[in-house]
């Protein structure tokens, strides 16, 4: 026991000083330049040989591969990214009026009233800020999530209820690294990095803020063609699409009954 305790440790400790004393000292600038840098290797022919094996790593299942669809829709994935984008073959089985968005680890959760101040940057920011100039609304009652979505997930996120898209925000920002063990406030790097807020408003009118957040190797975070201004989303919609990387912030009017922070979400499960 000792020795694991250790071992992660040193792993979050390795993951602060690449995360703070590295990368995160970097001009936005460099961030991205680097990134795409980064990203545009998994758009080369060559990275689909790396499918295989990757699978075979981090999949317990040696049939998961037969769950999706390359996202160019090609008979055989063309690329590491076209893996990375993958498409569900058969939408999951919706059973609750919400859901989680999106398939990752929930590394932060709570009553928005009761969410502590976050150090960035020399100044202390409340987690609303995360979503933007409408922060601010969000009620004190609200409960707000941050699920990380490692390498090795889902990577597309859908709304989280049925309702009408009501804003859509960009916020431009550095790409500092997501790993949530990195830091002391799991959610940091949501308030600092490149994000999209997407507000969707359910049928009882309350209003339902997502931040879908950016970081490093993000080519970008392209939003699916029905998520607009104004568009009806039914409950399993997709929203958008991470190409690399990725977090994804909720503030929603109901709390989570089916995990606690350390737990990891399913896309389609009852929230």
């Known amino acids: 026991m000792k020795s694991n305790r250790t071992g992660k440790g040193f792993k979050a400790g390795t993951f602060r000083f690449i995360s703070i004393s590295l990368w995160g000292i970097l001009p936005g600038v460099a961030q991205r330049k680097i ?28 049939n998961y591969l037969d769950n999706y669809l390359p996202a160019s829709r090609s008979t055989d994935y063309r690329s590491f990214q076209d893996f990375f984008t993958r498409i569900l073959k058969s939408p999951p089985q919706i059973v609750s009026e919400a859901i989680w968005a999106c398939e990752g680890l929930l590394c932060e959760y709570g009553m928005v009233k009761e969410l502590s101040l976050v150090k960035v940057k020399g100044e202390k920011r409340h987690l609303r800020a995360v979503f933007g100039k409408e922060g601010h609304a969000i009620p004190d009652d609200y409960y707000f999530s941050n699920v990380f979505l490692h390498n090795n997930n889902y990577h597309r996120i859908h709304a989280p209820i049925t309702g009408t898209v009501k804003r859509i925000e960009h916020i431009p920002g550095d790409l500092v690294l997501l790993r949530p063990w990195a830091y002391k406030e799991p959610s940091l790097p949501a308030l600092r990095n490149e994000r999209i807020n997407v507000d969707i408003e359910d049928s009882k009118g309350r209003k339902w803020y997502m931040s879908i957040v950016g970081g490093p190797g993000v080519g970008s975070i392209v939003l699916a063609s029905s998520t607009f201004v104004g568009a009806s989303v039914m409950i399993g919609t997709e929203v958008a699409t991470f190409l690399l990387g990725s977090t994804c912030c909720i503030a929603s009017p109901d709390p989570c009954v089916t995990a606690k922070v350390g737990d990891q979400v399913e896309m389609g499960e009852p929230l």
């Open 35 to 62: 990134s795409r840098t980064y990203a545009n290797i998994y758009n080369k022919k060559w990275t689909k040989h790396l499918i295989k094996p990757y699978c075979k790593a981090h999949y317990d299942d040696p």
